[in-house]
């Protein structure tokens, strides 16, 4: 136990130091993740004309954008992108022979990468709320276990998932263009783009019928007190249910594509 939660700090701090390096790159992501942040509350004062949306006042509709900007740093994971290119380029061979799983290597790893990215994403909400200063209202904020449980399960959905769906370059040795997939549901369901409840019913189930929702949707409709008690626990233990599922899918794939997996390299 003792040797695992060494290895596992090992590798977080390795790539805290190697995340301060590209900082460049963290200041461009960090200012394509504000567009939305910044743009969106536009729409709404044009959509809104004074009133209510989906039971969103304006105050309440700015402090949604600013808390999934927020929420979205530390919970959205990107890494299919970078084992895809150590399986497509024979370097994955390496994690077979390590002392530490993949998983468990990936998970502290990305896990210093949102630390770092969620420092990005603060000065940047300070500078929303001092833009939109007299239209945003934070007074809904809640933030109790309910929220705190539900952001942590959201970043381990948003990891779990990633990685199952990661695995599929064992299969297709290239999955570029299928990860390119991913952000095409992941934007419209998961309450990034828009809230879900601004949509018709039919796509709010579908929403909520998918892990995407369970990733920053809920986590922030949580810190904003649209739910609260048995609602909001429910839709945790669901949360909770897609970490499952995903781990066991990704344990599947694994498996499977660990021993038709190659390594020559392209």
């Given at each position: ?35 939305n942040c910044f743009a969106m509350p536009l729409v709404f004062i044009a959509a ?52 530490i799983s993949l998983f468990r290597y990936t998970f502290f790893r990305n896990l ?133 599922g995903s781990y066991v899918v990704h344990r599947i794939l694994w498996k499977r ?10």
């Amino acid at each position: 136990m003792i040797n695992r939660a060494r290895q596992n700090l090992g590798v977080l701090r390795i790539y805290m130091r190697e995340s301060l390096v590209y900082r460049a790159n963290w200041l461009i992501w960090i200012l394509t993740d504000a567009v939305n942040c910044f743009a969106m509350p536009l729409v709404f004062i044009a959509a809104a004309g004074g009133r209510s949306l989906a039971g969103y006042s304006t105050g309440e509709f700015f402090a949604y954008y600013v808390t999934i900007l927020l929420v979205g740093s530390f919970v959205t994971s990107h890494f299919m992108w970078e084992l895809n290119w150590e399986i497509k380029e024979g370097n994955f061979s390496v994690y077979l022979v390590r002392p530490i799983s993949l998983f468990r290597y990936t998970f502290f790893r990305n896990l210093s990468w949102r630390f770092m990215r969620v420092g990005m994403a603060i000065p940047v909400a300070i500078l929303f709320l001092w833009v939109y200063r007299d239209s945003v209202s934070l007074n809904e904020w809640r933030l109790g276990p309910e929220f705190w449980v539900s952001l942590v399960l959201g970043h381990c959905l948003s990891f779990t998932f990633v990685m199952a769906f990661a695995m599929l370059a064992l299969f297709l040795e290239n999955a570029e263009s299928v990860f390119e997939l991913y952000y095409v549901p992941m934007l419209f369901l998961s309450g990034q783009l828009f809230p879900v409840d601004l949509y018709p019913d039919w796509a709010l189930a579908l929403a909520r019928a998918t892990p995407f929702y369970y990733t920053t949707g809920l986590p922030t409709e949580l810190a904003l007190g649209r739910y609260a008690g048995a609602e909001a626990w429910r839709f945790i233990a669901i949360q909770a249910a897609w970490v499952v599922g995903s781990y066991v899918v990704h344990r599947i794939l694994w498996k499977r594509g660990t021993k038709q997996y190659a390594g020559v390299g392209i």
